[in-house]
């Protein structure tokens, strides 16, 4: 299974799943991280805390414990 | 008595109320403040912690009231703004809904608009910052969309004033027709089911203020409120089987065991329609953006943190530096102004207690007024200019380890300078816990205002070449010491799930000098306000501690020893005497001495114990109450090195290492404990944060006093 978080930097993947609770679910779906969507990895902060990524044309900011509850595919 | 009501509540047949909503960072402020012309009236409700503006002006026959409801993404509640906005759309009394948009980035903004468009309200969409998409070729067919939609659509740009007049016209007219049946259209499953439940309630006519239409929906996307409504009713036995049934066929469509996950992705589907029709973008080749390029130095893995770092430097370069030039002038102003004041009152207990203890006091809170206009506008900037979430984005890592939150960074160095500000500050921390654990540390950060007692005990003690790096390590110390406290808080009191941390980066914008200026105005004023008329209070209540109750008989027959004395060095001696017995047997006297025992094991003396008292009104306070208590005069300062050399005299080496630890971790002053608590939302935060910092004040004072027993 692979997660957001295993992602490289300027690397694009698909959305398969949200494994995250219903509170911070809503909260990605929110700011358009939902299944299907296309995202692609910016940036990541020192030690890899937390990372920067491009939904649609929105920037967005995660932390890498909610990085990893984002299942994706490479595309 | 019905004229009261007319002028409190101004509903009357041409008014029309509207209410502003849109996501974070689509320029909602900056429409507000071009839509209204001259005649701006900006008010702030009284929030908890969030501020709604309120903005009135005239057109045509209409009085316009337009309510800046808080950005939010979604309806969820989420943040402390997502719940402000949600709960006024659906409680409030409002005509009208204006949804700002992002013009270039349309498909995330829909999102909302399409939960807009399920509350049965009257809404126009406003597409701001048309003259963004312009540069970056980006068309929207504004009438189409209103075709597709069902609502009307204005092209504006809050920046260029473009379109504001076409707006306020398509709000009048959408005011004076029917509401809109807006066209939100599902997929083919979720169309059935919805048609399904609508068949039922027409079928019962079921009456609500809401369309048919719309109660389906709410009640297939879990919305809580229509539940309520119609858990009550009769029909609500056949309507549970119908929609568990709907529900499970939607899901199984979705192949998600979540509605509102599945509803989203309808939404989504629809707005990826929607803008397939009416957008046209040019297709343009992938060059990287201002926005991106300039990412690309500030939030760099290597330099990102020393950019960051200096540009906070500087800020407090300019704040104390800059600042200091006018705060001479404030202070001679009030010295002057109570000179002026006082020689006009007669009677001399009035004259002290206006000139010594309001003027005085107000005097101090007002002397801090340049640094905080300089620093409000630096945080403004930060927060403008969209530069504060990629702090957020670099420091997270850090912050995280201690519990705290990326964004906890700018209060605490906030703290550094003044804690008012800092707490005020803490807003930007969107989450409860997170903000609640910030204010709880902000208070271990030194401000300025116990510098001078620093200044002092270390003079006393050290070495002057010594004195400024044991000021380093007085501060440094405090800062870590908040950190362990944050860690400690965060394992028990804040104990919990750690909240997440997604966040938007917005783009760079260069900022409007008016939109700054008008947050800049309304929060000095506020503090102005809030921290001057309390602190006229508290200054009244210490002064009057300290002067009462008077004793004649002491006062007359030092009088008359004053008198009697005949050089002026032993006249001032005697007064310094008077001065120090009168405030031996004051109530603040009283209560020092009465407190002396829980202070003994610290090594305090009573005139310690009473300094740090009368510094929870003011930490400045602690060194002029220190100078009159070592019988030299009330205005001494912390150059004074005869003050100095008492300390150094009266004040084991111990005693005073406890002694400025306490300084260090003990409540802030009084004006600031009233800022915290309004910040924190309740008043027991108040006695939660006066039981942590008393506690650990006095832990580390004790382990610290015993230690520097055992050492020297």
Known sequence: ?75 | MKQVEAKSCPIIANHIKVALVGQPNVGKSMLINSVSNAHLHVGNFSGVTVDKTEVLFDYKEYHFTVVDLPGTYAFTDYTIEERVTHEYLCAENYDIIINVVDSTNLEKNLQLTSELLTMSKKVVIALNMSDEAKKENIEIDATYMEELIGVPCVKVSAATKEGIEDLIEAVTLKHESEKNKPKLIFSEPVEEEISQIVWYLDKHKFKAENSHRNIAINLLKGNKKTYAKLHDEPIWVELQPILIEASRHIELHHDSDDIKEAFAEEYASFNRGIVAEVVKQKHQQEKKTVTEKIDSILIHPVLGIPIFLFFMWSLFQLTFEIGAIPMDYIDMFFSWFGDTIGSTIANDDIRSLIVDGIIAGVGAVVLFVPNIIILFIGIALLESTGYMSRVAFLLDGFFHKFGLHGQSFIPLVTGFGCSIPAYMSARILKNDRDRLLTLFIIGFMSCGARLPVYVLFAGAFFSPEMAGNILFVIYISGAMLGLIAAKVLKLTAFKGVDEPFVMEMPKYRLPSVKLIWHTVLTKTMMYLKKAGTFIAAASMLVWFLSNYPHNLALEESYASKIEVAVDTSTKEDLKFELDELLLEQSYLGTIGKFSEPLFAPLGFDWKMSVALQTGLAAKEVVVSTLGVLYSLGGDVDEENNSLMGAISQNISFASAIAFIVVIMIYLPCLAASVVFTREAGHIKYFFYLFAFTSIVAYVMAFIAYNVTLFLT
């Not at chain 1, 902060?45 to 414990?65: D, F, N, W, Y």
């Open chain 1, 1 to 75: 299974m692979q997660t957001l978080l295993d992602c490289h930097k300027a690397c694009k993947v698909k959305v398969i799943k949200l494994n995250a609770k219903t509170d911070l679910k809503q909260r990605l779906i929110s700011f358009g991280i939902m299944k299907e969507a296309t995202i692609e990895v910016l940036e990541h902060a020192p030690a890899k805390s937390t990372i920067e990524v491009k939904v649609g044309k929105m920037r967005i900011a995660l932390r890498a414990q909610e990085a990893k509850l984002i299942e994706v595919e490479k595309i």
